[in-house]
């Protein structure tokens, strides 16, 4: 199978890039990286703005005046789709908008994150939307300026299984990594589109995230929830397949990761806001438009078993083009909340219409 096909095979959506202008959760840090770890280059020509009409004005917009503007950013630096961090530190695009910022990894629980955010430990994360917007109903004071790429999560099985399609997890026994993860969750709103009870009709099991494959091998499931890098490094083995992804159907023009800023970030200084945004979709456009760099800039955090070419394939399948800001952005956090009524997530009395109004933030509209 070519991993790639979905990617490439993917239509600009041009609605969605017009409105979008510009164009996995974690708690106490294991370590801070500093952007001085990081050799900032000139900015790398190669990326295509005409493609973006909109994102081009917004990027030529005046940077911050000054000394450069501090930031720390969280983020989970084994998550190879988000590239782009790496990418912005090490080809310019924070140092262009005068921004200095200090990576933080992050592992563990997202409430801690958001909480990291919104109380001022960290400037802005990085993580999955179906991670972030179940604890965002507490009221963090955490805002979402964007959405990133789409093309994290995948379900997998053994290519002489039978299990050939999602529906066919009806009745099996399937491995996931958490029971309340992201790729569960994604997973469980498709099957019930399918008219299959995800709580009654499937067995999940909970499995370390990198002995997934050990347990459909010994036979104990059937199929297993994976994310990249892990799941693109298994499929190289030929008795795995992919059976779907969330670049499936409409998904296909959806992001999965989000970009989450500190609230009183946005609103005592909505020009830094901006320009921490900015500068992550402009590395975003540049990763989809030259993912052999981007692979190179992720390098240095992906697993020794991934070759610079699995990088650079993992890079061209996630949708980097995708990052959508403003009401577009709005549209596709209240989708994802409704999907999260309709597998009992999310409370039924919940307003998805004003909870995603009050999740976002158009920092491109100041």
């Known amino acids: 199978m070519n991993y790639d096909n979905k990617r490439n095979g993917s239509k ?5 890039l017009l409105q ?19 050799a900032p280059r000139a900015i790398v020509p190669g990326v295509d703005f005409s493609e973006f009409p909109l994102c081009h004005t917004a990027s030529d917009a005046t940077a911050l005046t000054g000394a450069p503007r501090k930031l720390k950013l969280s983020w989970n630096a084994g ?74 999560m995948r379900v ?3 290519t002489d299984s039978g299990v050939a399609k999602l529906a066919d997890l009806k009745g099996k026994i399937v491995a996931v990594g958490d029971l309340a993860g992201p790729d569960k969750n994604f997973f469980s709103i498709q099957l019930a589109k399918l008219g299959i009870d995800p709580v009654k009709d499937v ?10 494959n050990v347990a459909v091998e010994k036979g104990e499931v059937q199929a297993f929830l994976s994310s990249d890098p892990l799941a693109y490094l298994w499929l190289k ?22 970009l989450g800023l500190r609230g009183s970030l ?14 992550l979709l402009d590395a975003a456009m540049f990763s989809s438009q030259n993912a052999a760099l981007a692979a190179k800039s992720f390098q240095p955090y992906a697993p020794k078993a991934a070759t610079l070419a699995d990088i650079e394939g993992m890079v061209r399948y996630h949708t980097h083009h995708h990052h959508p800001v403003g009401d577009v952005l709005k549209r596709e956090l209240k989708a994802y909340a409704d999907d999260l ?26």
């Open 203 to 212: 067995d999940w099991r909970a499995y370390p995230g990198n002995l997934l």
């Open 20 to 38: 979008a202008g510009l164009a996995a959760a974690f708690a106490a840090p294991l370590g801070a990286l500093g952007a001085q770890a990081f």
């Open 12 to 16: 600009f959506d041009r609605r969605h």
């Open 341 to 366: 009524k309709s597998v009992q997530v999310f409370k039924q009395s919940t307003d998805t219409a004003k909870f995603a109004e009050r999740i976002y933030v158009d920092v491109f509209a100041v």
């Open 156 to 158: 997998l099985s053994r």
């Open 237 to 258: 083995d030929t008795q795995y397949k992919e059976v779907a992804s969330n670049l499936d159907g409409e998904y296909r023009e959806k992001s999965c990761c989000i």
């Open 266 to 279: 946005v609103r005592e200084e909505p020009q830094v806001a901006r320009a921490i945004t900015q500068a």
């Open 79 to 152: 998550a190879v789709c988000l590239a782009p961090v790496p990418v912005a530190i090490e080809h310019g695009f924070f140092q262009k908008h005068n921004l200095d910022v200090e990576l933080v990894n992050y592992s563990g629980s997202t409430d801690q994150l958001l909480e990291a955010i919104a109380t001022g430990k960290s400037d802005a994360g990085l993580g999955m939307a179906l991670r972030w917007l179940k604890p965002l109903e507490q009221g963090f004071d955490v805002k979402i300026a964007a959405g990133t790429h789409g093309g994290c």
